[in-house]
């Protein structure tokens, strides 16, 4: 059985950092790719960044690019996301998901086409 748990969210003051965890079980990986999605209230879920688990190459959304890094540890089958400079904005339930056979840049217009979610994890970031 596949699973992605995240973990890492939580309550920050605006211009802190988080680090968001994504455990991946159940399955091989190395020909997928993994993202972070967010979900704020009311409205649609969007992409915020992506890794080939394979090669390592990532792709950001314009909002967090310079500001959040994803990486992965092939060896804990873990994906991060390093949050750094956050904004109120950036306050959502983050989701972890995976597609496979599919590039980092891929992910970013394949919401709707993933073949694995976790659950999610809240970051509130305050003003």
């Known amino acids: 059985q596949v699973q992605l748990v995240e973990s890492g969210g939580g309550l920050v003051q605006a211009g802190g950092s988080l680090r968001l965890s994504c455990a991946a079980s159940?399955?091989?990986?190395?020909?997928?790719?993994m993202g972070w999605f967010r979900q704020a209230p009311g409205k649609e879920r969007e992409f915020v960044a992506a890794?080939?688990?394979?090669?390592?190459?990532?792709y950001y959304a314009d909002s967090v690019k310079g500001r959040f890094t994803i990486s992965r540890d092939n060896a804990k089958n873990t994906v991060y996301l390093q949050m750094n400079s956050l904004k109120p904005e950036d306050t959502a339930k983050y989701y972890c998901?995976?597609?496979?056979?599919?590039?980092?840049?891929?992910?970013?217009?394949?919401?709707?086409?993933?073949?694995?979610w976790g659950k999610g994890t809240l970051v509130t970031v305050s003003s």
């Open positions: 998901a995976a597609r496979g056979f599919t590039t980092a840049q891929g992910m970013r217009d394949a919401t709707n086409s993933m073949d694995y």
């Open positions: 159940g399955r091989t990986f190395s020909r997928y790719a």
């Open positions: 890794i080939s688990w394979s090669d390592g190459s990532t």
